[in-house]
């Protein structure tokens, strides 16, 4: 890695840090100040996913020594050079965004950022900013990684203005953290990964953050069945209350069975929140006639699936990768949150619990046992008041009523927008 820029105004902050052998400890760090297109974020609250998990375990391969968190949230405190054009200001509320896509490279231009080659090839694998450097470091002058270009876990960092995406000040920035991640993810993987529409047939196989966002992006899209599938009561039951018509305790029967005979003719849409080897091939067996499955869970490097290539060919069938949702960040995150504001999307119930960031060990230890949807790891930053007059709020029902019909709304195969899920008036805004 490259050295850091100059620590001359850099400034003490806390941090989560993973070493080899599974070395994980809260500690003081150094942050250097934001470079060419970058800005600093204080982090209100971080969620604690399965992707952090996976690196805990061992099962991703990441340089370390690296400063965990990936999904958060928090407020603009100050912004690099050339970041003019950026529209960001001291202030602002933030979601953070883990592809900080370039905006020039060939997926960038062609409307694809997800897939952005800055992020894919230098960023995410070797633990950097853009210019390939890093701006942590241990409070004896060690060289520490960024983990997926944000960080979280730690009281403030510095990302590309790109990963930094500006949204209203009156959304609940806490729990606004997951929109940069869980939310982002399901919800996308439905609208733009598999573009399900309304009437559809659909299973989500396990209903942790990111299936409880596809379940949620199910039925905003008028989906006209859709089955939750997990292990653990609880999540199931949280599974109805956001959506699901059917649910299906994997612990007790053969999934594919049970959806078989839910849903006899096979399913539209299979999405695969989990990412085993197991329920990828199961999401495949589940498909009916010309229906897609969705791989959204990230299993270990390495593991590979089997399927049947002649009975995909036959039935029409499609296998589709979802990597972040497939979302446009800087239009998709502001949509989102405004479904939240208007009651759309529930984000608080997936929040199983709110913890001190020095409790990060524990939230992973509690995630890897199963008994966690998500935790926010909160730090001791909180946002100054806001004038609403002024915060760019006015007419928040019309927001969250215009995002509805324009980005989630049921589609027919006509393109029509016109179907309301069932128990949701978008003119009404809830909570």
Not at 193 to 208: K, L
Not at 217 to 241: E, M, N, P, Q
Request: proline share 6%; net charge negative; aromatic share 4%.
């Amino acid at each position: 890695m490259s050295p850091i820029p100059s620590p001359a105004s850099a400034d003490r902050i806390r941090g989560v840090v993973l070493r080899p052998g599974n070395d994980l400890a809260m500690t003081d760090l150094v942050l250097a100040p934001p470079g060419s297109g970058e800005v600093e974020v204080a982090v209100v609250a971080a969620g604690v996913c399965h992707s952090d998990l996976h690196v805990v375990r061992g099962e991703w391969d990441v340089p370390m020594p690296v400063v965990l968190g990936h999904e958060g949230s928090g407020v603009v405190t100050a912004l690099g050079p050339d970041t003019g054009d950026s529209g960001l200001a001291v202030g602002d509320h933030v979601v953070l965004s883990w592809v900080p896509a370039c905006g020039t490279c060939r997926y960038c231009l062609a409307g694809r950022p997800a897939a952005c080659s800055l992020v894919a090839e230098v960023v995410a694998p070797k633990g950097v900013l853009y210019d390939g450097t890093s701006r942590l470091s241990s409070a004896d002058g060690e060289q520490l990684h960024h983990y997926l270009g944000v960080s979280s876990f730690a009281d403030r960092v510095v990302v590309p203005v790109s990963g930094a995406i500006k949204v209203r000040k009156d959304a609940p920035l806490d729990a606004l953290a997951l929109v940069g991640c869980a939310i982002a993810t399901g919800v996308g993987a439905v609208r733009n990964t598999a573009g399900v529409e309304a009437g559809a047939t659909v299973a989500v196989i396990g209903c942790g953050g990111v299936g409880l966002s596809c379940v949620q992006g199910a039925r905003l899209s008028g989906a006209g069945r859709i089955v939750a599938v997990d292990v653990v009561a609880d999540k199931l039951d949280l599974a109805r209350t956001l959506g699901a018509t059917d649910t299906i305790d994997a612990s007790a029967v053969d999934p594919v069975a049970a959806l078989r005979t839910l849903v006899p003719e096979g399913l539209d849409y299979v999405f695969d929140a989990i990412g085993k080897i197991a329920t990828t091939e199961q999401a495949i067996a589940a498909l009916g006639q010309g229906g897609a499955a969705v791989i959204v869970g990230l299993p270990p490097t390495g593991s590979t699936a089997r399927f049947d290539p002649l009975a995909l060919a036959e039935a029409d069938q499609r296998i589709l990768g979802s990597n972040y949702g497939s979302v446009v960040a800087h239009r998709d995150i502001p949509i989102l949150v405004d479904l939240v504001v208007g009651g759309f999307l529930d984000v608080e119930s997936m929040i199983s619990a709110r913890r001190p960031l020095e409790e990060a060990g524990d939230a992973l230890a509690e995630l890897n046992e199963g008994r966690a949807l998500r935790q926010l790891l909160i730090t001791g930053y909180r946002p100054a008041p806001y004038d609403p007059a002024e915060a760019g709020v006015a007419g928040s029902d019309s927001a969250a009523y215009e995002a509805y019909t324009a980005y989630v709304a049921p589609r027919s195969a006509s393109g029509s927008t016109t179907h309301t899920p069932s128990g949701y008036d978008p003119t009404k805004r809830e909570g």
